[in-house]
């Protein structure tokens, strides 16, 4: 292959040659590269280090074609939607008044009553702003609310009234008839996302979930084309850029098999609407929350989302306030209006990665449905769906806990200096991935005194540089200040040090090389200045050292071990 300006064309061997190089002097031993380099995903796929053009499924459909693309829209622009859980007119007229499109309203018990909806709506213009409702078990209620205000209007009402199972088929034929604009069914997949599961668990238990609103659908007198025009999906989206990317096209290429599997090809456009993950969300250190909704924000527009929702940086603290309302929408505006992201449909379609990425999950998540399917359907498999989302959520409390998956900010470059924020009201109630983290920092915050872990530091500076920066990044997560001794060998001045910064724990940090002559002695030195524990930092078994710290080491583990040590009660 000749290609233009001279380049010269390389090749996959080329590229496996340069890296099984590398890998070599790294010390890494493997059958080839890709072996070497490959990650795995929750969902059993592998994500390979290259791919090219051979990695390509041997049917992906058209990139930029159905059923990649927002529904049967050609132009390429999402609904930006804000969620709003408290009754507050204000706050909804100045989404709408600086770039949201649509409101998602949750109502009932702690959030907007029914009663309250007129109140809360009062200045919308319900034929321009569509309204999307989440109300659980006041969804009737609620829907008349809605549906009583917009005939007292006298004016169309476009959105999602949110219902599903009975409730949503009694309310699906009715805006069938009457409500041309407005859907009945909201199938909430970000329910297995929020309980742990992975993207193939969440894909195809949504799958399946829409099936049975089909089945209820059509049984309450719909045709197939009529159902499938009442249902919309909400997905999360996460700072996991590819993954979403796929997800959500995968989303779409599975609703259109079933679609096709029922008759309706044409109709097969899923509706998405995409949620920035709640489980993502941190209380510590939460301005970080803004980078990981705005990676969230742009793999759910370049995925295809037709509505998308940015959760508030405080989110998980409370209720957000107008300034973190502003930002969530101005992160929509930036991406839409100057980075100018939704120009082309379906951005990703054609690459290498991406395709293969969308085709495997597709296949792992309708290979579950069909399980699903198999132990009868949505509401009969619950105890089986449970069972996999929780062995998912296991997989990765593990990856959480050795900080395999890292969460910046709390379980990584920890900031003790934070200044905290507050907010009212209640806060995410979903499990979230630092929770666990969270909760020894807050143990640390509550003591009179912050906890204290030694670096006993062995050695000149650049023998203990990375060791110690990486031991105090670990204690650092989980609330302990640290305090590091000088360049030294000598055991009992490492041991001074120690005395009197008051401190109980210790963890030595330096080379193996000068370990192999210095741990035993300055551990014990540690030791007769009353230590009560010796870590080191590193691998290897030394006269003295309790346990060691490195990369993938169980950090909760060894956290809530300091803390026990100390005498404090968890």
Same mark, same amino acid.
């Given at each position: 292959?000749?290609?233009?300006?001279?380049?010269?064309?390389?090749?996959?061997?080329?590229?496996?040659?340069?890296?099984?190089?590398?890998?070599?002097?790294?010390?890494?031993?493997?059958?080839?590269?890709?072996?070497?380099?490959?990650?795995?995903?929750?969902?059993?796929?592998?994500?390979?280090?290259?791919?090219?053009?051979?990695?390509?499924?041997?049917?992906?459909?058209?990139?930029?074609?159905?059923?990649?693309?927002?529904?049967?829209?050609?132009?390429?622009?999402?609904?930006?939607?804000?969620?709003?859980?408290?009754?507050?007119?204000?706050?909804?007229?100045?989404?709408?008044?600086?770039?949201?499109?649509?409101?998602?309203?949750?109502?009932?018990?702690?959030?907007?009553?029914?009663?309250?909806?007129?109140?809360?709506?009062?200045?919308?213009?319900?034929?321009?702003?569509?309204?999307?409702?989440?109300?659980?078990?006041?969804?009737?209620?609620?829907?008349?609310?809605?549906?009583?205000?917009?005939?007292?209007?006298?004016?169309?009402?476009?959105?999602?009234?949110?219902?599903?199972?009975?409730?949503?088929?009694?309310?699906?034929?009715?805006?069938?008839?009457?409500?041309?604009?407005?859907?009945?069914?909201?199938?909430?997949?970000?329910?297995?996302?929020?309980?742990?599961?992975?993207?193939?668990?969440?894909?195809?238990?949504?799958?399946?979930?829409?099936?049975?609103?089909?089945?209820?659908?059509?049984?309450?007198?719909?045709?197939?084309?009529?159902?499938?025009?009442?249902?919309?999906?909400?997905?999360?989206?996460?700072?996991?850029?590819?993954?979403?990317?796929?997800?959500?096209?995968?989303?779409?290429?599975?609703?259109?098999?079933?679609?096709?599997?029922?008759?309706?090809?044409?109709?097969?456009?899923?509706?998405?609407?995409?949620?920035?993950?709640?489980?993502?969300?941190?209380?510590?250190?939460?301005?970080?929350?803004?980078?990981?909704?705005?990676?969230?924000?742009?793999?759910?527009?370049?995925?295809?989302?037709?509505?998308?929702?940015?959760?508030?940086?405080?989110?998980?603290?409370?209720?957000?306030?107008?300034?973190?309302?502003?930002?969530?929408?101005?992160?929509?505006?930036?991406?839409?209006?100057?980075?100018?992201?939704?120009?082309?449909?379906?951005?990703?379609?054609?690459?290498?990665?991406?395709?293969?990425?969308?085709?495997?999950?597709?296949?792992?998540?309708?290979?579950?449905?069909?399980?699903?399917?198999?132990?009868?359907?949505? #509401?009969?498999?619950?105890?089986?769906? $449970? /069972?996999? !989302? &929780? %062995?998912?959520?296991? +997989?990765?409390? @593990?990856?959480?806990?050795?900080?395999?998956?890292?969460?910046?900010?709390?379980?990584?470059?920890?900031?003790?200096?934070?200044?905290?924020?507050?907010?009212?009201?209640?806060?995410?109630?979903?499990?979230?991935?630092?929770?666990?983290?969270?909760?020894?920092?807050?143990?640390?915050?509550?003591?009179?005194?912050?906890?204290?872990?030694?670096?006993?530091?062995?050695?000149?500076?650049?023998?203990?540089?990375?060791?110690?920066?990486?031991?105090?990044?670990?204690?650092?997560?989980?609330?302990?200040?640290?305090?590091?001794?000088?360049?030294?060998?000598?055991?009992?001045?490492?041991?001074?040090?120690?005395?009197?910064?008051?401190?109980?724990?210790?963890?030595?940090?330096?080379? #193996?090389?000068?370990?192999?002559?210095? $741990? /035993?002695? !300055? &551990? %014990?030195?540690?030791? +007769?200045?009353? @230590?009560?524990?010796?870590?080191?930092?590193?691998?290897?078994?030394?006269?003295?050292?309790?346990?060691?710290?490195?990369?993938?080491?169980?950090?909760?583990?060894?956290?809530?071990?300091?803390?026990?040590?100390?005498?404090?009660?968890?």
């Amino acid at each position: 292959m000749e290609l233009a300006a001279g380049f010269t064309p390389t090749t996959r061997d080329d590229w496996r040659e340069l890296a099984a190089a590398v890998l070599r002097r790294s010390g890494i031993e493997a059958g080839s590269p890709e072996e070497a380099l490959s990650t795995p995903t929750y969902d059993g796929l592998t994500i390979a280090p290259l791919y090219d053009l051979d990695d390509l499924p041997g049917d992906p459909g058209l990139p930029g074609a159905p059923p990649y693309v927002r529904g049967a829209r050609t132009v390429p622009r999402w609904d930006v939607r804000q969620r709003h859980a408290a009754p507050d007119p204000e706050a909804v007229l100045a989404d709408l008044e600086n770039g949201v499109t649509s409101l998602w309203l949750v109502v009932g018990d702690g959030a907007i009553p029914p009663e309250a909806l007129a109140g809360v709506l009062k200045d919308v213009l319900l034929d321009l702003a569509p309204v999307v409702l989440e109300a659980g078990p006041r969804t009737r209620e609620a829907a008349e609310a809605l549906l009583a205000l917009a005939a007292e209007r006298g004016v169309a009402v476009s959105g999602n009234l949110g219902g599903s199972r009975a409730a949503g088929a009694e309310l699906a034929v009715r805006c069938a008839a009457e409500f041309p604009g407005l859907r009945a069914v909201t199938v909430d997949a970000t329910r297995w996302h929020d309980a742990g599961g992975g993207d193939a668990d969440e894909l195809g238990c949504s799958i399946a979930r829409g099936v049975a609103e089909l089945r209820e659908l059509t049984e309450a007198g719909l045709s197939v084309e009529q159902a499938l025009g009442q249902i919309e999906f909400r997905y999360a989206a996460t700072d996991d850029q590819f993954a979403t990317i796929a997800k959500l096209r995968a989303a779409r290429r599975l609703w259109f098999r079933v679609a096709e599997v029922c008759g309706a090809p044409e109709h097969g456009g899923q509706r998405q609407h995409a949620v920035t993950s709640s489980a993502m969300m941190t209380v510590r250190d939460p301005y970080v929350n803004l980078l990981r909704t705005t990676v969230a924000c742009f793999a759910a527009g370049v995925g295809g989302a037709d509505a998308v929702t940015v959760q508030p940086f405080d989110a998980a603290l409370g209720l957000p306030d107008g300034f973190s309302r502003r930002l969530a929408r101005n992160t929509q505006a930036l991406l839409l209006e100057e980075a100018h992201l939704a120009r082309v449909l379906d951005p990703a379609g054609g690459s290498w990665y991406v395709e293969r990425r969308t085709a495997d999950l597709a296949e792992r998540a309708w290979a579950w449905f069909q399980e699903i399917e198999a132990a009868g359907g949505a #509401d009969a498999a619950e105890e089986l769906i $449970a /069972a996999r !989302v &929780a %062995a998912t959520r296991e +997989r990765r409390a @593990a990856d959480v806990a050795r900080r395999r998956f890292p969460i910046t900010g709390v379980s990584e470059y920890p900031d003790l200096g934070e200044r905290p924020v507050h907010r009212s009201g209640n806060g995410i109630a979903t499990p979230r991935y630092a929770e666990e983290f969270e909760a020894l920092r807050d143990l640390a915050e509550s003591r009179p005194e912050r906890p204290k872990v030694f670096l006993a530091t062995i050695g000149p500076v650049a023998a203990h540089t990375a060791r110690a920066a990486f031991a105090a990044n670990l204690f650092q997560a989980g609330g302990f200040a640290t305090e590091t001794a000088g360049p030294g060998t000598d055991p009992e001045q490492i041991a001074t040090a120690f005395a009197v910064s008051g401190a109980r724990v210790a963890c030595l940090c330096s080379s #193996d090389r000068l370990y192999a002559e210095h $741990a /035993a002695p !300055v &551990a %014990a030195a540690l030791r +007769r200045a009353g @230590a009560r524990r010796v870590w080191l930092a590193g691998q290897g078994v030394y006269d003295g050292v309790d346990g060691t710290v490195h990369a993938g080491c169980d950090a909760l583990h060894v956290l809530r071990t300091t803390y026990d040590d100390l005498g404090v009660t968890r």
